[in-house]
């Protein structure tokens, strides 16, 4: 009975009206293989972990450690506990360098999966439907005698 309440969202997400016709074919933008889009998403993302790493995070640490923050607490940044690295800018650029590869292989994969996932959810939509159907078939009515 437990599977059956977990489930109810997914019947509801996969009701026909989100549905597309079995003759359909999926449609995958051309933002997830296209190559420019992950070299966006890495120039960003090194333009995020710059700003993270100018964060201030001493006033948070002093408030985990339960005392008030002194000032060189409120001028620690997460770039000085991540322990003053000179080349940690060109470190953290290269690990993004490194990841675009990897994203644009990801983007590609899950491009090509897209249309298998859709119709999966579509079959267990059907299933459910029926399932459902069954399942409230054998419910007693508001009416019916109690022995």
């Given at each position: 009975?437990?599977?059956f309440y ?29 190559p ?6 890495s ?6 972990t710059k ?8 006033e948070?640490q ?9 000032g ?20 953290v ?18 491009s ?30 508001p009416?019916y005698p109690?022995?």
């Open positions: 009975m437990r599977a977990a489930l109810l969202p997914l019947a509801v997400l996969a009701s026909p009206a989100l549905a597309s016709p079995a003759d359909e074919e999926v449609r995958i933008p051309t933002e997830l293989t296209d420019a889009m992950a070299a966006t998403l120039k960003m993302l090194g333009s995020l700003a993270m790493m100018d964060m201030p995070i001493g948070v002093a408030a985990v450690a339960g005392r008030e923050p002194t060189a607490d409120k001028a620690r940044t997460l770039r000085d506990v991540a322990g003053g690295d000179a080349n940690l800018d060109r470190k650029e290269r690990q993004v360098a490194e990841a675009v590869p990897r994203m644009q292989a990801g983007l590609k994969a899950m090509k999966s897209l249309p298998a996932i859709a119709r999966a959810v579509e079959e267990a939509a059907a299933g459910m439907e029926d399932n459902i159907d069954r399942a409230t078939a054998n419910l007693p009515q009416g109690k022995r």
